[in-house]
């Protein structure tokens, strides 16, 4: 239940974002945050035992994001679950907490997603920009909007953890970014 809560909150946040961003002024109208990476990200740092109700929570939003914003069915499946993954493989080594800590790991996601985007592309024949460094300029820009919002996604993803959570304990631990 709290997966799916987390999902069905970031895929209205996409959608807001999504109908709101395209109004902004000059070139932060192509800096769209990756709320998407973000949440994959925040499923496989706080993955519970088993991972594959995180990684399917991840998928799922990927499709809603490829149905909502015309990309082909499955590019940010495969680039949420990639994510994802990566993710869960840092959640020992990484201790995200703190302002700092979550701006510069929220550019690291967004990083991250870009390039298995360009991957997934590539392997795919999925069409790209026509130059590499529009492509780079436009990670640039992801990136930096990423890492703007990611404090504000994870803070909005930790309350909704302290309510699913058990114990006061289990709440405290939620509201304060402990990994469970």
Do not use: E, N, W
């Given at each position: 239940m709290r997966i799916a809560t987390i999902v069905l909150v970031a895929y209205v946040l996409c959608v807001i974002t999504a109908a709101v961003w395209r109004f902004m002024p000059g070139f932060t109208r192509d800096a769209v945050p990756a709320i998407g990476a973000l949440t994959a990200a925040y499923l496989g740092h706080t993955t519970r035992p088993y991972r594959a109700p995180s990684m399917a929570g991840s998928?799922?939003?990927?499709?809603?994001?490829?149905?909502?914003?015309?990309?082909?069915?499955?590019?940010?499946?495969?680039?949420?679950?990639?994510?994802?993954?990566?993710?869960?493989?840092?959640?020992?080594?990484?201790?995200?907490?703190?302002?700092?800590?979550?701006?510069?790991?929220?550019?690291?996601?967004?990083?991250?997603?870009?390039?298995?985007r360009v991957i997934v592309c590539v392997v795919f024949g999925i069409p790209r920009p026509p130059t590499f460094g529009l492509e780079l300029q436009q990670m640039a820009l992801i990136a930096l909007a990423t890492a703007l919002v990611g404090p504000l996604v994870w803070r909005l993803f930790r309350r909704i953890d302290a309510a699913y959570a058990r114990t006061h304990r289990e709440r405290d631990a939620a509201l304060e970014g402990l990994t469970p």
């Open positions: 998928v799922v939003l990927g499709y809603l994001m490829d149905v909502v914003s015309g990309t082909p069915t499955g590019l940010s499946c495969l680039v949420l679950g990639v994510t994802h993954d990566v993710a869960r493989t840092t959640q020992q080594r990484i201790f995200v907490r703190g302002t700092t800590m979550t701006i510069a790991y929220s550019a690291f996601i967004s990083v991250l997603a870009s390039i298995a």
